[in-house]
């Protein structure tokens, strides 16, 4: 349904290839394409005093910034979903290149749910959220 046969890993080693990076890109559009209809989903299915969306918190991103040199700094990373009104909405967080881990983005989530640890795998530190 992606339009592509190519698996996610083995495109993701495209060695700069444009063609490659097309295909790429297009496997990359169908995984957004599934996440929005997952989330107008949970948007439409009430809980309580609001909607699935509003009481869950949904992470997607990538593992890498350049998985076709297996960078792991600069690695975008989207909250989708209220947490139960422990997250404040409509941000955007930057920060400059090469200096927070992802790590840090999951000791934050942790953080919402009450969790407080003072490290996760290899965080510098913790991105309130």
Not at 54 to 61: A, N, Q, V
Not at 64 to 83: E, F, K, R, T, W
Not at 96 to 124: A, C, H, M, W
């Amino acid at each position: 349904e992606s339009g592509t046969t190519i698996s996610f890993h083995g495109g993701s080693h495209h060695a700069e290839d444009p063609r490659a990076i097309r295909e790429y890109a297009k496997l990359n559009r169908y995984h957004v394409a599934t996440l929005a209809y997952f989330i107008d989903k949970l948007g439409k299915i009430r809980e309580g005093d609001g909607t699935l969306l509003d009481h869950s918190l949904t992470l997607y991103g990538s593992n890498m910034g350049n998985s076709n040199q297996h960078l792991h700094y600069d690695v975008p990373h989207v909250l989708i979903g209220g947490a139960g009104g422990r997250l404040k909405g409509d941000r955007h967080l930057a920060f400059p290149s090469k200096t927070v881990q992802s790590s840090n983005l999951l000791l934050g989530i942790l953080g919402l749910y009450g969790i407080e640890r003072d490290s996760f795998g290899d965080s510098t530190g913790r991105i309130d959220l």
